[in-house]
């Protein structure tokens, strides 16, 4: 597996396996893609719980304020924050071959609420990052600080430390894309979501939003597998599973049952070889369970 560049396995928060083989190592930030959905589900988890948003019924026309556009798709005004949590805003993907166009647009909130409606608000699920940056935006007009100097402040109090992170034409963190986080410090994320929110024997999130979290309310029409808010939720060796995924096979694994947290980073450049080799790493996580399930 040539493309790997790490794995991180924690049983029961102990450390029983670290494996390097390219990239920046187990301390040093990497590029985590598309796990950024998980991690901006935390932060908008830890917003709800400190009262900067009132909960996942609020709807963004309310959060976003003026940075919503007056001529936004009818229907976006009835997104909620838990629709795009949950990617199910309705609107036309700003991923795959979308997403180029939407990069280089000069305003990305204005081009994700202008997409054409393919769906309801509340619908199925369509995969697409555009709706995580919208949750980034309006953590950044709620609390009323730039959203990366807030995510790098919420996380570092839970011993985390955030990285590069790039910002939209308006100064916006990229939600849900190209957070660098430490394989450590992710995860350190899969125990808090683990242990329902609590962290080295401290309350640092609701123990509720780990069960919103880990509630499905859509499914991916490529892999099959349930989607909550910034996890999708399988079965991995007739265990329940949970993971955010990334471009070029980034991963973040969660399965309490076996008290396991395994983190992957790849190469995160392209080409990436897709669904193919994130096949191989979820076949090396099913090995993993195997392995500590025969203990």
Do not use: C
């Not at 893609?33 to 709807?59: C, F, H, N, P, Y």
């Not at 003026?66 to 976006?76: K, L, Q």
């Not at 329902?196 to 490529?222: C, F, H, M, N």
Request: aromatic fraction near 8%; glycine fraction near 12%; charge should be neutral.
């Amino acid at each position: 597996m040539e493309r790997l560049h790490s794995i991180l396995v924690l049983r029961g928060g102990q450390t029983v396996l670290e494996h390097v083989q390219g990239g920046q190592g187990l301390d040093r930030p990497a590029n985590i893609k598309s796990v950024s959905k998980t991690v901006m589900a935390l932060l908008t988890g830890l917003a709800i719980d400190r009262g900067v948003i009132s909960g996942t019924e609020q709807a963004l026309v309310e959060l976003l304020s003026d940075r919503f556009p007056d001529d936004a798709t009818s229907g976006s005004e009835r997104i909620t924050v838990g629709h795009a949590l949950s990617l199910r805003t309705g609107l036309q993907s700003t991923s795959g071959r979308n997403y180029g166009r939407w990069v280089q647009s000069d305003n990305w909130v204005h081009h994700a609420l202008t997409r054409p409606m393919v769906d309801r608000p509340g619908g199925r699920m369509i995969y697409s990052t555009g709706p995580s940056h919208l949750l980034s935006a309006a953590l950044m007009e709620a609390s009323d600080q730039p959203s990366r100097a807030l995510a790098r402040r919420w996380l570092d109090e839970l011993g985390i430390s955030l990285g590069f992170w790039p910002e939209d034409p308006q100064g916006i963190g990229f939600g849900g894309n190209d957070m660098h986080i430490s394989p450590r410090d992710l995860a350190k994320i899969g125990e808090l979501y683990r242990l329902d929110g609590v962290l080295e024997g401290q309350r640092r999130l609701s123990k509720s939003w780990i069960g919103a979290s880990w509630t499905a309310y859509g499914t991916s029409p490529w892999s099959g597998d349930d989607y909550g808010y910034g996890w999708f939720i399988t079965e991995i060796a007739d265990q329940r599973a949970y993971y955010g995924r990334g471009y070029g096979g980034q991963g973040l694994f969660v399965l309490p049952a076996s008290e396991l947290t395994i983190v992957m980073t790849s190469d995160p450049t392209p080409p990436s070889p897709g669904g193919r080799y994130f096949r191989r790493l979820r076949a090396l996580v099913q090995t993993i369970v195997l392995a500590y399930a025969s203990d």
